[in-house]
């Protein structure tokens, strides 16, 4: 029997470092490529998909001490534009149809985010792909992502990460994490679990926005995912 999606408009949230792969830094094609099958499956599916990027592959401005921290943000920004448009050429190249939308003007190379023009992209098919965050310096691209969840009315919003879950402490670090099926918008503020910074997961709560963390070192997590397979932690 063929698989029916369980979330028919999703925002997807790829940090900038799964982009850099074994790299760590900049970009690394090949990992890139393996994400965007898994996101073209989806959408090939009949998903209406939404993905912000994050620039932590370029540029982690908060790890200066000496930069002016709203220049530092704006720099982050433009890591971010860097990543829409290479995911954006690889879903391309794929066969998806995509659009870049960034927060911040830059015509020449991208579309201003207009909320009803992203809406119009989902009902022909396009992916949209949200670049520059927030466009407002202090806000990082988590809150980027609960910001646009809520704003296109996504069913779920997809944080894909290193790790296959939340748990109750850094499984890196001890062994005896404990990871979590499931869990509420209030457990994540109430216990500070390091889901997402605090003002995003507060969006996500006042929005009613269900978040769902997986493990991204497996693409296909992603596919998965928005059929309903049980993948990661559920907050909702």
Not at 69 to 96: K, Q
Not at 190 to 205: E, G, I, P, Q, T
């Amino acid at each position: 029997m063929e698989k029916q999606l369980k979330y028919k408009r999703i925002l997807l949230k790829l940090s900038g470092e799964a982009l850099a792969g074994e790299k760590k830094m900049g970009l690394d094609i090949p990992t890139i490529t393996e994400i965007c099958k898994s996101i073209k499956k989806c959408s090939d599916a009949g998903a209406q998909i939404g993905i912000v990027v994050g620039g932590g592959n370029y540029w982690r401005g908060r790890s200066s001490d000496t930069m002016d921290r709203v220049r530092a943000d704006h720099i982050g920004m433009l890591a971010t534009a860097m990543n829409a448009l290479a995911v954006a050429d690889v879903l391309e190249g794929l066969g998806c149809e995509v659009r870049v939308q960034t927060a911040i003007d830059m015509k020449q190379i991208a579309e201003p985010y207009i909320r009803q023009k992203t809406l119009r992209h989902f009902e022909k098919g396009r992916i949209v792909i949200f670049g520059c965050g927030t466009g407002s310096p202090f806000f990082s691209t988590d809150s980027a992502a609960a910001l646009r969840a809520a704003e296109i009315n996504a069913d779920i919003l997809l944080k894909a990460t290193m790790v296959d879950g939340i748990y109750d402490k850094d499984p890196h670090k001890y062994a005896d994490a404990v990871k979590y099926e499931t869990l509420s918008h209030h457990e994540i503020l109430v216990h500070s679990l390091k889901v997402m910074d605090s003002a995003a997961a507060a969006m996500c709560s006042d929005n009613k926005t269900p978040i769902l963390v997986f493990d991204l070192s497996r693409p296909d997590n992603i596919y998965d995912a928005v059929m309903g397979e049980k993948v990661g932690t559920v907050v909702s």
